[in-house]
């Protein structure tokens, strides 16, 4: 069977490369061919560098142009044609509508939407909505599946059933919560690029990153900015956006800049300048579900944003930043000053938008919810996934060489784990000990490689001095660049001594982990079952596993394996875990 062709339709290739560049790696890493079509700009050649194909929609435009629109459909369907998709998934608003009804009619067999957020809000005049519903409708008829990001999009299309209610799933949306973490921010890089940007020890970097569109809400930041005191900066990292009607005019921007504004244009080191700023603004009047928000909230900074949809989901009031009235100048004013002006308040909204989002924002989800609705999909037109065959992996015993797969795997399927923070060249060290320990289980499912593992150990204590007196300073070299970060130094001193203290049980389940292509398929599950049943053939009767109390999924796969919940504990400070026990029968 010739393997899965999907593409995925945006109006320029700005978004395939930041919106969908995840989900389009995932279908690559499922075996199946990903394409993205979109108008060409400088952002293809990270796409085709990726092993993503281009096909380039010359005229698709972001601006209002209809007969640019009417020429992009066009070529559409000749893409269209000729290509013989299996699934076409479109976004934005232009190709969302057009893509969806040509697409159909073109024959693909599988037609998924996104919906980044309604195009027209309930501050909109009546005609503006009636037509933007009135689109939306028409063209959700000619879809397979409606993926809404925003909570409140998603409710309102269902009451009002702008969509077949059978069709429209909740999304959400997320970020690479590995990327944008501040601990990944020394206290050396945020000095040189305040230092960089002019700021003084107690300057207060307010940050946005954003179009410069009026939309953004620039026009009142700029306003804002005028009346904080010299202890302020603003900050604003975006690219000009001239074909939108509401981009800002170049005397705009260069009066903003005269009074102080730094513009900093479009960047790729913007986890770097969030880990320089102090707050992080966004004053929009719409929004879908803002990206730049998330990525925010995940570097650990509190965030002053409109009382809109989409930032309401982001943003809870008091906890990890503020809200106010869209176009409210003094409102605006009055949040950035209450926050800046209380270094306390900062931290603690700070570590609140950091567990937000990590409980909330990780793309993983976002890319296994998709993958699972190509799938259900397609397996009713009776085409699959080759990774379909996973099903039926072998089981085997891990072997040394395989540590550095192991690694990866690892790094990839436990983003939030604080292991994997501290490198590939560490978790190859510590999968080689494993690997090579007398007392440890470590178990491969097998397709064509490893593309999942489960590990553990008889006795945790004794492993963690067995690879201290053994592979301890090897390691130590390993995670050096990474352990010069204070907290990351303090979180691995936690661990080692959660690891020292055998408390009632002793031996543990370490680490599960599934290639993303192999995930839903009952492997996870194989593994576990495997792993306890070697650990009864051992005389191993009890066996404990620490999972984040955040980690739903987790959670509920180790339960049916047969482990409960024992108690609460906190290995790193701040963070709850689950100490859960399994028993072997009687």
């Known amino acids: 069977m010739s393997s899965i062709k999907v593409a995925h339709l945006t109006t320029v290739d700005l978004s395939l490369r930041y919106l969908v560049f995840s989900q389009l790696l995932a279908i690559k890493a499922a075996g199946g061919e990903a394409v993205g079509i979109s108008a060409p700009g400088p952002w293809v050649s990270e796409l085709e560098a990726a092993g993503i194909r281009h096909i380039p929609l010359v005229a698709s435009t972001r601006g209002m142009d209809l007969l640019a629109d009417l020429k992009a459909a066009r070529d559409l369907w000749k893409v269209l044609k000729r290509e013989k ?4 998934h479109t976004h934005n608003p232009k190709p969302g509508i057009y893509g969806r009804i040509l697409g159909r009619l073109a024959g693909v067999p599988v037609v998924v939407n996104t919906v980044h957020g309604l195009y027209a809000t309930r501050n909109d005049n009546w005609l503006k909505r009636a037509v933007v519903y009135l689109l939306e409708a028409i063209a959700s008829r000619f879809s397979h599946a409606e993926l809404v990001q925003s909570r409140e999009d998603f409710e309102f299309i269902r009451r009002w059933r702008i969509s077949p209610r059978r069709r429209t799933f909740f999304l959400g949306n997320g970020i690479d919560l590995t990327r944008f973490d501040s601990e990944r921010i020394s206290k050396q890089d945020r000095a040189e690029t305040r230092a960089d940007l002019g700021a003084q020890e107690e300057t207060v970097i307010v940050g946005i ?5 009026a939309e953004k809400g620039y026009p009142e930041l700029f306003e804002a900015a005028r009346r904080l005191d010299d202890r302020y900066l603003v900050v604003c990292v975006g690219p000009a956006d001239p074909e939108k009607k509401d981009g800002l005019p170049d005397h705009v921007v260069q009066r903003a800049a005269e009074a102080g504004v730094r513009f900093l244009g479009m960047r790729d080191d913007v986890e770097r300048l969030y880990g320089a700023m102090d707050l992080f603004v966004l004053p929009s009047h719409r929004e879908g579900f803002p990206r730049a928000a998330m990525e ?16 309401r989901e ?6 990890n930043g503020l809200l106010f009235p869209p176009g409210d100048v003094s409102a605006l004013t009055e949040a950035i000053l209450q926050v800046g002006s209380d270094h306390a308040l900062r931290t603690s909204m700070g570590l609140a938008a950091r567990q937000r989002a990590q409980t909330h924002f990780d793309e993983r989800r976002i890319v296994d919810t998709v993958m699972k609705a190509y799938t259900e999909h397609l397996d009713r ?4 996934w080759s990774t379909v065959e996973m099903r039926d992996a072998a089981l ?3 072997r040394p060489g395989e540590a550095i797969r192991l690694a990866q795997l690892h790094a990839s399927s436990i983003q939030a784990g604080f292991l994997s923070r501290l490198g590939i060249p560490f978790l190859t060290i510590l999968y ?3 690997i090579r320990w007398r007392d440890a289980t470590v178990i491969v499912a097998e397709h064509g490689g490893a593309i999942g593992f489960v590990a553990g150990v008889q006795n945790t204590a004794r492993f963690y001095r067995s690879f201290a007196t053994k592979w301890g300073l090897l390691a130590l070299i390993a995670a050096l660049p990474r352990l010069l970060s204070p907290s990351v130094l303090r979180r691995a001193r936690e661990t080692l001594d959660y690891g020292r203290g055998n408390g009632a049980v002793s031996a543990e389940l370490l680490s599960m982990a599934v290639d993303l292509p192999a995930r839903g398929l009952g492997i996870g599950r194989r593994l576990g079952q495997e792993f306890l049943t070697r650990m ?6 009890r066996v404990k596993v620490v999972v984040g109390a955040v980690n739903g999924a987790a959670i509920a796969l180790y339960e049916s394996l047969g482990f409960i919940t024992q108690r609460k504990v906190e290995v790193h400070a701040g963070e709850a875990s689950l100490e859960m026990v399994w028993s072997a029968p009687e």
């Open 85 to 88: 998709f299996d699934v076409l």
């Open 396 to 398: 085997r015993q891990a």
């Open 536 to 541: 009864e053939r051992a005389s191993i009767t």
């Open 296 to 311: 925010a909230a995940a570097m650990g900074l509190p965030v002053v944003a409109t009382d809109i949809r989409g930032c």
């Open 314 to 319: 982001v943003v809870v009031r008091g906890e």
């Open 209 to 213: 990153v954003g179009r410069l569109v």
């Open 381 to 384: 037109v009776g085409r699959s």
């Open 432 to 434: 080689h000990a494993l």
